[in-house]
């Protein structure tokens, strides 16, 4: 029989961890038009705000790993789906993930939910397993053990816009028409598009509550990697890859490889890497007897590569690998006392008349970054997006989710939009290495605003200059608290460059906006 609900007649309630992911940021609006009831757990459920969906569901405030906010957040739930994984997130991951499923288990047992739904790797038997493969299972272990009915989908490689897996295989193919590469390219893979795998997500829900058990899930097609990558030649019209498998890349010279040539940084790349090691073919398929195949049947791996593509370029991309904050980056607010670190604040603080209307303004600074760059000295914010990567942070590759329009928490190359203001404020937060906590602060003001934000010792235009009316401003702020020593001398080191760097984004914004505003 079904899953009981406490009342047949209203609709079932979902919770959903990990929305600010890949596949939960996705899993959302599938819920919600299925007929659930949503209710989404974040840390900061402020970082949701602009998603489509965020007026539709219930935002609650909820820490995974504290078991009473999440006994709270889970209670009247009938299907709690676990879509959390510490991918990257240090030495310790392993530890982290048997934590918070423990965690999740007995909360989700507490609160009398109906089911838990998890998405796992799929991975083989009777083989030493990577680490980050034998995590995953045993999550899933832990959380058929919770004693609540639970639905383990074991995945291989998911592919669409926007996934780790999908970039990998993207930026490798187009970059490289001729590749050294790990004997990891010869072994066979079952990808799955991601609609294949939201579709079991959602039909998981409804699972007789005598089933808790695994189910493997793939497409129709199985291949090796080498293979997918020429697929995926083929299908975005390059010519065909010579690929070359040599014996001495292992799982860390690989995932260096990786995190060099495509967005994604080497601390994800690398359990994902190691994951390929192994051979991850479906080993069974009932999952079809409880949520069976669609008409059409199950996405293929050309099909599923057409569609990501056309959604990159047409800028539907909804959600990306990097939505999920990078393992490692800075993510407090940025205060609103300066004098909040016990030391030095620094602010680099300037103001540009621009003769443009404030909409069009607006307009330059949202698409600012991505394939548009940054309006300054480009060769500077390539080589600082190199030495971010060789240190081991995202660098400039990660991009935009949307090449025109931008919303809270989405990545920036190596910021991370902290707040947006439309018309008027746009606020950064950077997550590269540096030996501190940094934003920067794009703003356009009005006359009347740039009168009252004055300051002595702040550059821009006269008293004189802003009187007149109707005068728009491009004001920009570069904020920096710096950690001990090595954040002094990093803010001092790199100063020198702020007239190039952000002086020239002053005046090319500026410029830019002009161009607009006259050929409007």
């Known amino acids: 029989m079904p899953t009981e609900t406490a009342d047949p007649t209203t609709p079932p309630v979902a919770a959903v961890t990990g929305v600010t992911g890949y596949v939960g940021g996705r899993l959302v609006p599938e ?6 009831r949503v209710r ?17 569901v219930e935002l609650v405030r909820c820490d995974v790993g504290e078991l009473d906010d999440l006994r709270a ?6 299907v709690a789906y676990y879509l959390v994984h510490s991918l990257g997130t240090g030495r310790d991951f392993e530890a982290r993930d048997r934590h918070l499923a423990l965690t999740f288990g007995r909360a989700a047992r507490e609160a009398g939910v109906g089911r838990i739904v998890y998405l796992g790797g799929l991975a083989p038997a009777g083989v030493e397993l990577s680490r980050h493969l034998a995590s995953r299972r045993e999550v899933g272990e832990i959380l058929l053990a919770s004693g609540v009915p639970v639905t383990v989908l074991q995945a291989a490689v998911i592919l669409g816009s926007g996934s780790a897996s999908f970039e990998m295989v993207r930026y490798l193919t187009e970059r490289l028409p001729v590749m050294t590469t790990p004997r990891w390219v010869s072994n066979r893979i079952q990808p799955i598009a991601v609609r294949d795998v939201l579709r079991y997500l959602v039909g998981s ?5 005598d089933v808790s058990r695994t189910f493997d899930v793939g497409g129709p097609d199985v291949l090796t990697y080498g293979e997918l990558m020429q697929t995926y030649a083929r299908v ?7 690929i070359v498998p040599v014996p001495v890349l292992t799982p860390r010279l690989s995932s260096l490889w ?7 940084p080497a601390g994800i790349a690398k359990p994902l890497v190691e994951s390929l090691e192994h051979e991850t073919v479906c080993r069974e398929h009932d999952v079809r007897t409880l949520v069976p195949d669609p008409p059409e049947g199950l996405v293929g791996v050309e099909r599923a590569i057409e569609l990501a593509l056309q959604r990159v370029h047409d800028g539907e991309v909804t959600t990306r690998w990097s939505s999920a904050a990078l393992p490692g980056a800075p993510s407090d607010p940025l205060p609103t006392d300066p004098d909040w670190s016990g030391g030095s604040f620094y602010v680099d603080q300037r103001r540009t008349v621009v003769d443009a209307p404030a909409d069009v303004l607006w307009g330059v600074i949202e698409e600012i970054g991505g394939h548009r760059g940054w309006y300054s000295w480009s060769l500077a914010w390539r080589v600082r997006g190199l030495m971010d990567r060789l240190a081991g942070g995202p660098g400039l590759r990660r991009g935009r989710r949307d090449e025109r329009h931008l919303r809270v928490d989405d990545v920036l190359d190596f910021w991370r ?3 947006i203001e439309p018309g008027r404020r746009l606020l950064l ?7 501190g906590l940094a934003w920067l602060e794009l703003r356009v003001d009005t006359a009347a605003e740039e009168l009252a934000a004055r300051t002595p010792d702040a550059p821009g235009p006269g008293p004189e200059a802003a009187a007149g009316p109707g005068r728009t401003y491009f004001a920009q702020r570069a904020l920096f608290s710096p950690h001990g020593l090595a954040g002094q001398l990093y803010w001092w080191s790199v100063k020198p460059f702020h007239g190039a760097v952000f002086g020239g984004m002053q005046r090319n914004v500026a410029a830019e906006a002009a161009r607009r505003a006259a050929r409007r």
């Open 258 to 264: 990786v995190g060099l040539v495509t967005p994604v």
């Open 429 to 435: 937060r950077a997550e590269m290495r540096v030996p």
């Open 205 to 209: 829900a409804t699972m007789p509550s």
């Open 31 to 36: 819920l919600l038009g299925a007929g659930f």
């Open 417 to 419: 939009v902290e707040a």
């Open 40 to 56: 989404a757990l974040a840390r900061d459920p402020a970082r949701l705000a602009g998603r489509e969906w965020a007026d539709d």
């Open 236 to 242: 975005a019209g390059l010519p065909r890859r010579l």
């Open 73 to 78: 957040a889970l209670d009247g739930v009938d």
